[in-house]
């Protein structure tokens, strides 16, 4: 039996470190039997506390959970860059011919601060990251799936060689009724990951809430817009993931009381970077078929027991 993803594409940006969640994304599809496409930019990770990660070693952990036939490739990328999208899109593109996979995994942390910190250059510098390039990455992956699944669509646009036009909607327009179903077995897949600030408060975090609840908030919109090219789009609340920043050594930010508060936990602990992965894999899988549109959390029941 051939594995889940066997023949699929994948593309899953921030995956710079081995406790990283787009790391155990990338290994999990891999498992499943994808070819798997890498963004990596270290020098974000380099400047925080926690640090960055043996590059070569990433790649090998990657590498070695691939599935016979499948291949591997990676890019570093700044995706604070305005065309950085769609660089690395061209570059995930290149490693079959097609991406039917997005993961938007990427974040930037650090630099934030209260309402009473905000500047406009922390501000744009969430946005840039955080929202902008996921929905410039979006465009792009659409574009690219829609062209190979139509080999007669013409025509360009400003994302490029992986671009195909297309008539833009009016506000409030939707899809035309009369185009043909889609072949739910063949859609393509986007995983967006948002934060828990749909859930409560996140002091000392404004820019950061702020640019991961545009992603929530657009995810209707978008999702209803991806469908006219056969793409699912779903997005992911990971919960509280330890990535790093809840080891004492590697935080940022104060730990006092930290094991009794983990008492209150339903399971006695915090995410691991595997537990959102399961997930976000099942969700590019034809069990996921029925499931668009919709926000999800995988918190382990972190948001009900505050």
């Known amino acids: 039996m051939e594995p889940a993803l066997h023949g699929r594409t994948a593309l899953v940006t921030g995956v710079s470190r081995r406790k990283g969640i787009g790391y155990a994304v990338a290994v999990r599809l891999a498992e499943l039997g994808a070819s798997v496409f890498v963004q990596h930019f270290a020098p974000h990770d380099d400047a925080q506390p926690w640090g960055g990660d043996d590059l070569d070693a ?33 570059a995930a593109v290149g490693l079959t011919g097609r991406v039917d996979i997005l993961v938007a995994n990427h974040a930037r942390s650090g630099g934030d601060g209260s309402i009473f910190d905000m500047t406009a250059t922390m501000l744009d510098g969430h946005w840039q990251v955080n929202a902008r390039s996921t929905l ?3 465009r792009a992956f659409a574009e690219q799936f829609g062209l190979a699944a139509r080999p007669d669509a013409a025509g360009s646009d400003a994302a490029g060689p992986v671009g195909a036009a297309q008539t833009p909607r009016r506000p409030g327009e939707r899809g035309d009724p009369a185009a043909a179903a889609i072949d739910e077995f063949a859609t393509g897949r986007v995983i967006w990951l948002t934060s828990g600030q749909i859930h409560g408060p996140m002091p000392g975090e404004v820019a950061y809430a702020a640019s991961k609840a545009v992603l929530a908030g657009l995810t209707p919109t978008v999702a209803s817009e991806l469908l006219d090219r056969g793409i699912l789009l779903n997005t992911v609340n990971p919960g ?8 004492p050594e590697t935080t940022d930010r104060p730990l006092d009381g930290m094991l009794e508060y983990l008492r209150t936990l339903p399971f006695g602990r915090f995410g691991e970077p595997t537990d959102p992965a399961r997930l976000i894999a099942w969700l590019c899988t034809t069990e996921a078929r029925w499931l668009v549109g919709q926000v999800l959390t995988s918190d382990g029941g972190f948001s009900l027991a505050n």
């Open 240 to 247: 509280p993931v330890n990535t790093g920043y809840l080891d």
């Open 58 to 90: 990433v790649r090998a952990g990657i590498r070695s959970a691939l599935t016979e036939g499948a291949v591997f490739g990676d890019a570093s990328a700044d995706l604070a860059e305005p065309d950085a999208a769609t660089l690395v899109m061209r």
């Open 136 to 138: 410039l990455l979006t």
